[in-house]
């Protein structure tokens, strides 16, 4: 089944702890991307990669990392997490060439995290 | 960044009524995307749009790309109950990377049954 998978679902951690979320997708897209939810504030998006070892900042940006060393892997890392960064997260991916409705982004089932 | 406004923020309707809401933008779209979000679960695309003027339907979804490619609607007719959820509008802005696609805030549908 194509699709993006995102681990963990849910997690709880504390202020400054560094941690990795990853996702991974088996479509062979060149696109992925990363954002945040939060309510009022819809989708916003946090980095973004068009290939392999080509990524570039989104709309909120600060305090996150990534890579992107293989196609299908594109994990979020948070050196210090913050209260603020509390969110709802999720990964996206889609092809980079333009065909009909495969230009969306295709998104993963979502990470919620809480930073105490 | 470039925003999106999004409206309206909510809807509370009837199960069989028709719903509609907009998206517009300060600067020139190329493409326009409108997606649902389940509670839980990722959005999901339902409509994509890529001509101005453009007017596409999905079922009892209708959707269409504005002629100053600034705006769009999504029109659903006939609401029935599993059609609650945050519904938003995505796109590509011209000129823009074409990683980068913008979200706005969503409207969130209510259908009493």
């Known amino acids: 089944e194509a699709q993006v998978t995102q681990n963990p679902r849910y997690l709880i951690t504390v202020t400054g702890k560094k941690l990795t979320v990853t996702c991974s997708q088996n479509?062979?897209?060149?696109?992925m991307s990363w954002y945040r939810q939060d309510p009022g504030l819809g989708l916003r998006q946090i980095y973004y990669s068009m290939n392999v070892e080509v990524t570039d900042k989104g709309d909120v940006p600060e305090g996150y990392k990534v890579s992107r060393k293989e196609k299908r892997n594109f994990p979020l890392i948070l050196e210090s997490p913050s209260p603020n960064q509390t969110s709802l997260y999720f990964c996206?991916?889609?092809?980079?060439?333009?065909?009909?409705?495969?230009?969306?982004?295709?998104f993963g089932s979502g990470t919620r995290l809480t930073v105490v | 960044g470039q925003q999106l406004n999004q409206s309206p923020q909510s809807m509370f309707i009837q199960e069989g009524e028709d719903v509609s809401m907009n998206c517009t933008s300060s600067s020139i779209f190329n493409t326009w995307l409108w997606y649902k979000q389940d509670p839980g679960e990722g959005p999901v695309l339902l409509i994509a749009l890529y001509k101005a003027g453009e007017l596409t339907s999905n079922g009892r979804l209708t959707a269409q790309f504005g002629i100053t490619r600034k705006d769009s609607f999504l029109n659903i007719s006939a609401s029935i109950p599993s059609d609650v959820g945050i519904y938003f509008c995505a796109g590509q802005e011209y000129g823009g990377s074409q990683g980068n696609l913008i979200f706005g805030k969503g409207t969130k549908l209510s259908v009493k049954p």
């Open positions: 996206a991916s889609r092809p980079r060439i333009f065909t009909g409705e495969s230009y969306g982004y295709t």
């Open positions: 479509m062979n897209h060149e696109y």
